[in-house]
Protein backbone atom coordinates (compact mmCIF):
# COMPACT_ATOMS: atom_id res chain seq x y z
CA UNK A 1 0.00 0.00 0.00
CA UNK A 2 1.13 3.30 -0.85
CA UNK A 3 0.29 6.24 1.00
CA UNK A 4 0.57 10.15 0.42
CA UNK A 5 -0.38 11.30 4.22
CA UNK A 6 2.32 12.53 6.80
CA UNK A 7 5.07 10.52 8.10
CA UNK A 8 2.99 9.03 11.17
CA UNK A 9 1.14 6.85 8.49
CA UNK A 10 -2.24 6.44 6.52
CA UNK A 11 -5.58 8.50 7.41
CA UNK A 12 -8.70 6.57 7.67
CA UNK A 13 -9.72 7.87 4.48
CA UNK A 14 -6.44 6.78 3.27
CA UNK A 15 -7.22 3.10 3.68
CA UNK A 16 -10.64 3.15 2.44
CA UNK A 17 -9.54 4.54 -0.65
CA UNK A 18 -6.91 2.09 -0.80
CA UNK A 19 -9.22 -0.73 0.14
CA UNK A 20 -11.77 -0.05 -2.54
CA UNK A 21 -9.29 0.59 -5.00
CA UNK A 22 -8.01 -3.00 -4.38
CA UNK A 23 -10.94 -4.79 -4.29
CA UNK A 24 -11.90 -3.53 -7.33
CA UNK A 25 -8.94 -5.14 -9.01
CA UNK A 26 -9.58 -8.35 -7.42
CA UNK A 27 -10.68 -11.45 -9.04
CA UNK A 28 -14.04 -13.27 -7.38
CA UNK A 29 -11.94 -15.65 -6.62
CA UNK A 30 -9.09 -13.98 -4.85
CA UNK A 31 -11.99 -11.65 -3.23
CA UNK A 32 -13.24 -15.20 -1.33
CA UNK A 33 -9.58 -15.79 -0.79
CA UNK A 34 -9.81 -12.63 1.06
CA UNK A 35 -12.45 -13.09 3.13
CA UNK A 36 -11.69 -16.69 4.25
CA UNK A 37 -8.65 -15.52 5.93
CA UNK A 38 -9.78 -12.19 7.29
CA UNK A 39 -13.78 -12.26 8.16
CA UNK A 40 -14.89 -15.35 9.95
CA UNK A 41 -18.22 -17.49 8.29
CA UNK A 42 -20.09 -16.46 11.42
CA UNK A 43 -19.78 -12.68 11.00
CA UNK A 44 -19.97 -13.20 6.98
CA UNK A 45 -23.79 -15.19 8.19
CA UNK A 46 -24.99 -12.50 10.11
CA UNK A 47 -24.33 -9.82 7.60
CA UNK A 48 -26.04 -11.83 5.17
CA UNK A 49 -28.82 -12.47 7.21
CA UNK A 50 -28.77 -8.89 8.72
CA UNK A 51 -28.81 -7.57 5.22
CA UNK A 52 -31.96 -9.49 4.41
CA UNK A 53 -34.17 -8.84 7.39
CA UNK A 54 -33.32 -5.18 7.07
CA UNK A 55 -34.01 -4.94 3.43
CA UNK A 56 -37.34 -6.76 3.97
CA UNK A 57 -38.43 -4.20 6.86
CA UNK A 58 -37.37 -0.81 4.36
CA UNK A 59 -38.44 -2.66 1.00
CA UNK A 60 -35.26 -2.19 -0.87
CA UNK A 61 -35.31 -2.81 -4.47
CA UNK A 62 -33.41 -6.14 -5.68
CA UNK A 63 -30.05 -3.55 -6.80
CA UNK A 64 -29.23 -2.31 -2.93
CA UNK A 65 -30.45 -5.69 -1.51
CA UNK A 66 -27.81 -7.79 -3.14
CA UNK A 67 -24.88 -4.97 -2.34
CA UNK A 68 -26.03 -3.93 1.12
CA UNK A 69 -24.75 -7.56 2.56
CA UNK A 70 -21.32 -6.45 0.83
CA UNK A 71 -21.25 -3.35 1.90
CA UNK A 72 -21.37 -4.41 5.17
CA UNK A 73 -18.41 -7.03 4.89
CA UNK A 74 -16.43 -4.38 3.34
CA UNK A 75 -17.10 -1.91 6.27
CA UNK A 76 -16.30 -4.60 8.45
CA UNK A 77 -12.92 -5.28 6.63
CA UNK A 78 -11.90 -1.81 6.67
CA UNK A 79 -12.01 -1.97 10.56
CA UNK A 80 -9.56 -5.00 10.62
CA UNK A 81 -7.38 -2.89 8.35
CA UNK A 82 -7.62 0.08 10.66
CA UNK A 83 -7.15 -1.61 13.73
CA UNK A 84 -3.90 -3.28 12.17
CA UNK A 85 -2.44 -0.72 10.30
CA UNK A 86 -3.05 2.67 12.48
CA UNK A 87 -1.85 3.39 15.72
CA UNK A 88 -4.52 2.40 18.42
CA UNK A 89 -3.88 6.18 20.45
CA UNK A 90 -5.51 7.80 17.10
Not at 5 to 20: D, F, I, K
Amino acid sequence: MSFSGSSEGPTREELAWELAELFDDLSLDRVNEVLAKNVPIETLKFFASYAEDFSDVHGLDTKPRRRLANLMVLGYLLRVVEDRVLDPEE
